[in-house]
């Protein structure tokens, strides 16, 4: 598979540039950005062979099979739409889109032009995922799960706090604790947030809260202003508790501990890390017809719940 890059993104360096290096079936084989200048100095970088100055080049390249879209979330609609129109399968980076009628879109076309669109939700894709649903489904219902991301203060000019972009910490962050629990219990019934703004319109801190129909609930927390990173999840039903530590990025470190049924246990899960295993299963969804486990219905659902919390505090969804 020949993979072109629209956007010399940091995230790209990670999520599509190591992960190809240990990925037989997959070359980077172009990179396009804002300028030819900028494309140049990242191909050469990244041992990237083409380099173009504009998207549309990029696009317009016929020997290539697929694009991994990581623009600023408020231009994946326009761009991941172009590249399916230019034939192309997408991997594109979370959050899938701007709102969820942008997202229904994305998919509409895809579904139009028989292409694999993919939102790029990397943790899902690692043997501690599939550990951490068995555990948690051992728990008898209803469960209560307590969720967060959140990291170190950022300044106030980095994209995340710039609305036109799709800036906010549910957005950024927040989506994938949205995900880990949806992944885990299905679609809310209910959806409340409370966010700290001190850029206007763009959540610094959100806490969200979702009601499900068997009486589950679980908080989210994710904010760009902690005192240290968190990445964790707990759950607890009448019968135990699990926890899991660094879901998202679990190659870096990760405990999985439990107990359930009288049954006490912890264990790290060993694996790739979460963007080779990514990788590996987009290749395989487009080369081989495997079936997707990050769906249309999936992406959909999460962009409707972010844009749900945004609502509830009196907040648009992103642009």
């Known amino acids: 598979m020949r993979i072109g890059l629209l956007a010399a993104s940091k995230i790209s360096r990670a999520a599509m540039i190591a992960p190809a290096k240990e990925n037989q079936r997959v070359e980077v084989a172009a ?18 062979p083409v380099a173009y100055g504009s998207y549309d080049e990029l696009l317009a390249d016929d020997s290539l099979d697929s694009i991994y879209v990581s623009t600023p979330a408020s231009h994946h609609a326009e761009w ?3 590249a399916l129109r230019a034939g192309k399968h997408v991997l594109c980076e979370k959050p899938i889109a701007g709102n969820a009628a942008d997202a229904r879109r994305m998919f509409q076309i895809a579904a139009e032009a028989g292409r694999v669109l993919m939102e790029g939700f990397h943790w899902r894709f690692h043997p501690f995922a599939e550990r951490m649903i ?5 728990l008898s219902r209803p469960v209560e799960i307590e969720t967060e991301f959140s990291i170190p203060q950022i300044p106030k000019s980095n994209i995340r706090y710039q609305l ?25 019934d209910s959806i409340e947030a409370e966010m700290e703004t001190t850029v206007p319109g763009v959540d610094d801190t959100t806490t969200g809260e979702m009601r499900f129909a068997d009486g589950s609930v679980a908080r989210i927390r994710c904010s760009m202003s902690a005192t240290a990173e968190t990445r964790a999840l707990e759950a607890s039903g009448s019968n135990g508790w699990v926890r899991a530590e660094n879901p998202l990025h679990p190659y870096e470190g990760n405990l999985l501990a439990w107990d359930v049924d009288g049954s006490a246990g912890e ?14 299963d987009f290749v395989a969804l487009v080369e ?18 972010i844009d749900a919390m945004y609502r509830s505090v009196g907040l648009d969804p992103r642009p």
């Not at 068995?134 to 051992?138: A, C, H, L, Q, R």
């Not at 264990?267 to 590996?280: D, I, N, S």
Request: aromatic share 4%; net charge negative; with cysteine.
């Open 31 to 48: 990179v396009a950005a804002r300028s030819v200048e900028r494309a140049e100095e990242f191909a050469s970088a990244h041992g990237i």
């Open 80 to 82: 991941t739409i172009a």
């Open 134 to 138: 068995i555990e948690v489904g051992k």
């Open 164 to 188: 036109p972009l799709g800036g906010g910490a549910l957005m950024d962050l927040g989506c994938y604790p949205v995900h880990w629990v949806r992944t885990l219990l299905g679609e809310p």
């Open 267 to 280: 264990e790290e899960v060993p694996g790739p890390t979460t963007f080779e295993a990514q990788l590996a």
């Open 288 to 305: 081989d017809g495997g079936p997707q486990i990050v769906t249309a219905e999936d992406s959909i659902g999460n962009m409707e719940v």
